[in-house]
């Protein structure tokens, strides 16, 4: 499993492992570094210039706040937050006091859903920290729904390294187009002989095609919505 290994011992992956007699391991294939401000400062983007922040992860509050930290940036707090989900929007708490912010977040975890909020707050001026690897959705909703807002890149993705002898697996699980890239990077001449290969998500499923590798599981489906009813499925039509 190309993700981090699951914080409860009640995971559904465990489950999988003992009814099946199967062992997984998490290890990712990729991993977050923070942007030297240095770095952040040719962007030249002035974090006070805006009035709104919206964040898509926890990856990119703690990297907010520790740019914030860095360059001696004192949030002011008239700040408003706006996040996809309320697990995120709970997650700033470590950062500021919770109640004193002007916190919105989203029912569903997407980006749609937020959009009904920022649309209520069009005089805002917004900006959204974000790895070095994104696509451009938020940028075209942002600029659909005609609001000022800017993209800043505060940390960056960058591969896990493996050694070819620590890697023997009967099938590796991707949940990113990035786990995929790390794949190949770390093995160039990558031979997929009977390695089975998984994916949550069209666009990680497309980056194993593109990748030249035969797709065996890929995830969500009606009958399996998420990773480990497929992997349950999966492993019990193919185990002999």
């Known amino acids: 499993m190309s993700q981090p290994k699951p ?29 030297p401000a240095k770095e952040f400062r040719q962007q030249k983007i002035s974090i006070l210039d805006y009035t709104a922040i919206i964040f898509t992860s926890r990856h990119a509050i703690d990297h907010f ?16 937050y706006f996040c996809v989900s ?10 500021v006091q919770y109640r004193k912010r002007k916190v919105f ?22 900006l959204v920290p974000m790895s070095d690897v994104h696509n451009d959705d938020i940028k075209n909703l942002l600029d659909k729904l005609k609001v000022q807002h800017a993209e800043a890149v505060m940390y960056r993705t960058v591969s896990a390294e493996f050694a070819e002898e620590e890697f023997d697996y009967d099938m590796l699980v ?13 093995f160039p001449n990558f031979d ?7 994916t949550f998500g069209s666009t990680t499923a497309q980056a194993v095609r593109d990748a030249g590798l ?23 039509e193919n185990n002999e």
């Open 7 to 35: 914080a409860s011992e009640k995971s559904p992956y465990y489950d999988i492992a003992e009814k099946y007699g199967v062992k997984i391991d998490f290890r990712p294939f990729i991993k977050i570094e923070a942007l």
């Open 65 to 80: 706040f520790h740019l914030c930290t860095e360059m001696r940036v004192t949030i002011p707090e008239s700040m408003k």
């Open 86 to 95: 309320e697990a995120i929007a709970l997650y700033i708490q470590k950062y």
């Open 105 to 126: 977040f989203g029912a569903t975890g997407k980006m749609e859903d937020l959009a009904t909020s920022i649309g209520k707050h069009k005089t805002e001026k917004y």
């Open 174 to 186: 991707f949940f990113s187009p990035s786990g995929v890239s790390s794949l190949m990077k770390n």
């Open 192 to 198: 997929q002989k009977e390695i089975k290969i998984g």
């Open 214 to 236: 035969r797709l065996d599981l890929e995830a969500p489906s009606v009958k399996a919505p998420s990773m480990t009813a497929a992997l349950d499925l999966f492993i019990k």
